[in-house]
């Protein structure tokens, strides 16, 4: 997919209203019932157990988390349930590895009678029919303008909420599309498919912990759905719930265990949970389905470059480029290997090769501006630091790069403004408030300054053998991912 497009193509299948439409991306082409999508496009090789490779790859556990990208295709649903449900889930970590999802059996629909309206108000039925195929055909202003006239006749449609929180999902406004699908929550509360959207929307801005209780509540109502205990399970993982993880998605062997990336996530979380059995099980199976394709020697190349071995992580990355020129994140990581070895040049072009294949990777032009500001270029660095901004603006990297360039300006104002936002979303980051110190003495404001920069020193003394850690392992852009 190379999965960072908006999301694209929500489709419901033929129903009368008020029936839910899909709240999510890419069902435009599946058919009703979930769908399976292969892990690779093309295929994976199997290859023999290399010890060695073995060996490393236990070393890159230790270090680097898989990135998956979650492709959810479709619930059947009747009245007020969504006829065909897709949706997509930002992956994890740090090989680029694309992962299917299938799951035995629908949810479970839930029959609401249509309301009543006025003889005189516009037919709601016909409104709801032309907002659903605007929606197919993503004309999201044609399809607002339908589902609100649907609300101006009857406020009590859950359909009409729920697809105006899927159209908000597509614009990527995450707060408007949480509003409206916390309104056909209240409407439908039985209808486990907008309950799983809103887990979504944290899931897409990194938000995991909120995540968690909209899945939960997901698979407690449909235990066997494999979507819900996918997101769920990776959910406990990025709050290293190790124990949960395994547990949330080792029931998933039988259906998973020839995808890459559910494998390596499934082995460092076993290794984190000290559970020796599970974790040699899922690194055998992984050696033998990937060695030798260009999936695998891109988690070989991000061993070696987690392990400081940047030659033999070029080597590797460079031969996962030439199998694969378009396998996700490999010119990404390649630009970091460069970085490293202060090939800047090299790294700006990987990192571009990279941003021509998936755009809208927030991670990737964060890298980018930073190899532009060590070059000097602050003109170029700025672009690129607001570009991150805008696909994420959690992301405090480019934030506090952006006040660095303010400061260098003299604008302290929005330098301030900047370094609030960081602190706001990470309050003990040390380097954000020795920086916004140094703001405030440069605005006058010497008292608080000083007491700023004191607070900074203390937690730089603190935190120094945690930050050097940060800083040597590879940032991961496939957090960021999104469905096509």
């Known amino acids: 997919m190379r999965v960072v497009a908006p999301l694209a193509g929500l489709d419901s299948s033929r129903g009368l209203y008020p029936a839910l439409t899909s709240l999510c991306e890419n069902s435009s082409s599946a058919p009703s019932g979930l769908d399976h999508v292969p892990l690779f496009t093309h295929g994976s090789r199997r290859g023999l157990n290399s010890c060695a490779a073995s060996r490393l790859l236990r070393a890159s556990l230790l270090h680097c988390v898989s990135e998956i990208l979650v492709l959810i295709q479709t619930l059947t649903c009747r009245a007020f349930l969504f006829r065909r449900f897709a949706a997509g889930a930002r992956g994890l970590a740090v090989v680029a590895l694309v992962a299917s999802f299938i799951a035995s059996d629908p949810m479970h629909a839930l029959q609401i009678a249509p309301p009543k309206v006025p003889a005189s108000a516009a037919n709601p039925q016909k409104l709801f029919a032309a907002g659903e195929a605007a929606l197919r ?35 990527k406004q995450w707060p408007r599309a949480l509003t409206m699908l916390h309104k056909a929550e209240k409407l439908a509360p039985g209808v486990a498919g907008i309950r799983l959207n809103i887990g979504l929307v944290y899931f897409r801005q990194n938000d995991f912990l909120s995540a968690i209780k909209p899945f939960e509540s997901v698979v407690k109502q449909s235990p066997d759905s494999y979507q819900a205990r996918y997101l769920l399970g990776l959910c406990y993982f990025f709050n290293d719930r190790w124990a949960d993880t395994t547990a949330m998605l080792e029931p998933l062997w039988e259906q998973a265990s020839g995808q890459l990336n559910y494998l390596y996530v499934l082995a460092h979380a076993a290794e984190k949970g000290n559970n020796a059995a599970l974790e040699e099980r899922a690194q055998n199976r992984l050696v033998e389905i990937g060695q030798g394709t260009p999936e695998y020697r891109l988690i070989i190349g991000k061993a070696h470059y987690n392990r400081g071995e940047y030659d033999d992580a070029v080597r590797e990355l460079e031969a996962a480029a030439q199998g694969d020129p378009k396998l996700p994140f490999v010119h990404f990581n390649l630009g970091l290997a460069y970085v490293k070895k202060q090939a800047y040049e090299r790294a700006r072009v990987e990192f571009r090769r990279d941003l021509e294949i998936e755009p809208d990777v927030a991670f990737t032009y964060e890298q980018l501006g930073n190899v532009e500001a060590t070059l000097q270029n602050e003109d170029e660095a700025e672009r690129d630091y607001r570009a991150a901004v805008k696909l994420d603006a959690r992301l405090v990297g480019s ?73 040597e392992r590879a940032p991961s852009p496939e957090l960021a991912r999104e469905p096509e």
């Open 137 to 171: 055909q993503n004309k999201l202003d044609d399809a607002d303008r339908d589902f609100r006239a649907v609300l101006a006749a009857n406020p009590d449609v859950a359909g009409a909420y729920a697809n105006l929180g899927v159209i908000e999902m597509r614009r």
């Open 399 to 471: 934030r506090t790069g952006l006040a660095k360039i303010e400061e260098r300006r003299r604008d302290y104002r929005a330098a301030l403004a900047d370094l609030d936002a960081v602190i706001r979303l990470d309050s003990g980051n040390a380097s954000a408030r020795y920086l916004r110190g140094q703001v405030l003495v440069r605005m006058g404001r010497d008292a608080e300054g000083r007491k700023e920069l004191a607070t900074a020193t203390k937690m730089l003394n603190e935190q120094r053998a945690a930050r050097q850690k940060e800083l």
